[in-house]
C-alpha cells in the first residue's frame, strides 16, 4: 500500500509541476505581448502626434502634451503653451516626418521612444529638411499616456539607433 501512495503522490506532484509551469509560460508570453503591445501603441501613438503636428490639431496635441511638458528645439527649449501657440500659428509648421527607425523602452509607467526621421517643416517662412533624432518621454497617467519631453538632436546620416 505504501508503494501505491507514493507512486499516487509522486504522479500528483508532477501533475501540479507541470500545470505549474504551463501557468508560467502562459503568464510570461502574456507578458511579453503585453509589453510589444504596450511599446507599438507609444510608436502609434507617436505617429499620431507627428501627424496632429502637421496638421496643426492644437487640440488633440494639447490632451496629449502634460502641463509640464519641456521641448527642446535647435533654436530654444520651450514649455506645452508655447510649442502649442507656435504649432497654431504656423511659426514653425512641422508639414511631414518621414520616420526612419524607432526604438521603445518601457520602465514602469515611463516610455522612451527614439525615432530617427527626416522632418519636413517651414521655420519662420522658410523651408527645412533636416534629419534628426527625435527624444519622446511619455508617462502613464491613469489610462492615459501623456508626452513629458520631446527633444530634436541634429544627427549625421550615418547615425543608427541601437536596439
Known amino acids: 500500500m505504501q508503494l501505491h501512495s507514493q507512486s499516487f503522490f509522486k504522479s500528483i506532484l508532477a501533475s501540479t509541476f507541470l500545470a505549474l509551469c504551463s501557468v508560467l509560460a502562459g503568464t510570461q508570453s502574456s507578458l511579453a505581448q503585453g509589453a510589444a503591445g504596450q511599446e507599438q ?18 487640440d488633440e496635441l494639447a490632451k496629449l502634451f502634460d502641463d509640464k511638458a519641456k521641448f527642446v528645439h535647435m533654436s530654444g527649449t520651450w514649455k506645452k503653451d508655447e510649442e502649442l501657440e507656435i504649432i497654431k500659428t504656423g511659426s514653425i509648421w512641422y508639414k511631414n516626418a518621414d520616420v526612419k527607425d524607432v526604438a521603445v523602452e518601457i520602465v514602469g509607467n515611463t516610455a522612451i521612444i527614439w525615432s530617427r526621421i527626416m522632418l ?10 533636416t534629419e534628426f533624432t527625435v527624444t519622446e518621454v511619455y508617462t502613464k497617467q491613469a489610462s492615459d499616456w501623456k508626452l513629458l519631453a520631446l527633444t530634436f538632436s541634429s544627427v549625421r546620416d550615418t547615425h543608427v539607433i541601437k536596439h
Open 41 to 58: 501603441h507609444i510608436i502609434d501613438l507617436s505617429k499620431k502626434k507627428w501627424q496632429w503636428m502637421a496638421d496643426k490639431n492644437v
Open 120 to 129: 519636413s517643416a517651414m521655420v519662420r517662412g522658410n523651408e527645412a529638411n
